[in-house]
């Protein structure tokens, strides 16, 4: 049974278009959450996606004036066709084509999730703009300046007002508003999803079916749920890359069990996002299978599911290897990948 968010959100407001007698009412966004789905996360009873919310926040995305260079956005990094990840970088580009230390993870379900950034650096998803905005190496933006320029800007004094029903241009209307327009980014509509919900167009071939097996008994204890990731923080393993020394979730905890540890990413459209890992050091599908079938480096943290029974990884066939990615193509959701509703143009 699907959730539908639409009725009882909200009342809609009745808000003011201009200095006009004209007046515009913001209508709420239709949202469900899929029958395949988990519970959500994020309370959207607090921050209900409406027309112009939705509007604003996709304005704010694709704004490079956020930027201190007035160039880098927040879809500069998040390239809707690529899954909204940086495809082909191993760490993204920010302002003064300075480079970080980190590949760009995929925008998608994020009412779904717990924690945010590699290393869960927050775990609420109105904060979670804020990093990269104030970030020297990505955006460097001064929020002050950011609602200053908004100020000025009539378009977004008009969004403002018809968005919110105090009509401040401020930092925290700015951050639900993109909000907003992230909980709206779901991808749902894959053949997996079809599948999994018994809808036209859903059955697996011999091979996806058999790579969905695999996945379940090799894959699903990390990647769980149809969203694919348990949203834990994960040593898998990889070797240690001394010219970065990113000690994951330990940066954020300083508990030395969270050492290496980052986040599961979802699986989600996974053939459209390469590079890998969150330092982007595997380029295709069959260089992260070959990790965990005979990369797997031991560690006092890796996790316990990479080290049973006296072997360290995943063994793998390089028949079971094809398997698998063919079922991860089922998760590719070519909807969300053209929807235009989340396009810049």
Not at 15 to 42: E, G, M, Q, T, W
Not at 64 to 93: K, N
Not at 124 to 142: K, Y
């Amino acid at each position: 049974m699907k959730i539908n968010y639409f009725l009882g959100l909200m009342v809609p407001f009745l808000f003011s278009c201009s200095d006009s007698d004209d007046a515009y009412i913001d209508r709420p966004l239709d949202f469900k959450v899929p029958s395949n789905f988990p519970a959500l996360v994020y309370n959207i009873g607090l921050n209900p996606p409406t027309e112009k919310g939705f509007e604003l926040g996709k304005k704010l995305f694709y704004d490079g004036r956020l930027s201190s260079d007035g160039i880098i956005s927040c879809g500069f990094c998040h390239i809707q066709e690529d899954a909204f990840t940086h495809h082909g970088h191993v760490f993204s580009h920010g302002i003064d084509n300075l480079v970080g230390t980190r590949n760009s993870p995929s925008i998608q379900n994020l009412a779904y999730q717990t924690a945010f950034m590699y290393d869960g650096a927050t775990s609420h998803l109105d904060l979670q703009p804020v990093i990269p905005l104030t970030s020297p190496v990505e955006m460097n933006g001064d929020l002050n300046a950011i609602v200053s320029m908004m100020g000025k800007d009539p378009i977004y004094s008009k969004l403002f007002k018809q968005a919110f029903a105090d009509k401040k241009i401020n930092t925290e209307n700015m951050l639900k508003a993109l909000s907003q327009f992230m909980v709206m980014i779901t991808s749902s509509d894959s053949k997996f999803d079809h599948y999994r919900r018994n809808e036209a167009g859903g059955s697996l071939n011999t091979d996806e079916a058999a790579g969905y097996a695999l996945f379940n008994s090799k894959c699903a204890s990390c990647h769980a749920t149809d969203l694919m990731t348990d949203n834990s923080f994960r040593n898998n393993g990889l070797a240690i890359n001394p010219a970065l020394n990113d000690v994951g979730r330990f940066r954020v905890t300083q508990l030395v069990a969270d050492y290496y540890k980052f986040k599961v990413p979802s699986l989600r459209n996974v053939d459209k996002t390469a590079p890998y890992m969150h330092d982007g050091r595997f380029g295709t599908l069959e260089s992260v299978l070959d990790h965990y079938s005979s990369g797997v480096m031991d560690s006092p943290t890796l996790d316990p599911v990479l080290k049973q029974k006296g072997t360290v990884g995943i063994p793998l066939s390089e028949k079971e290897k094809t398997q698998l990615i063919a079922f991860l193509t089922t998760l590719t959701d070519n909807q969300y990948l053209t929807d235009k509703r989340f396009s810049e143009y």
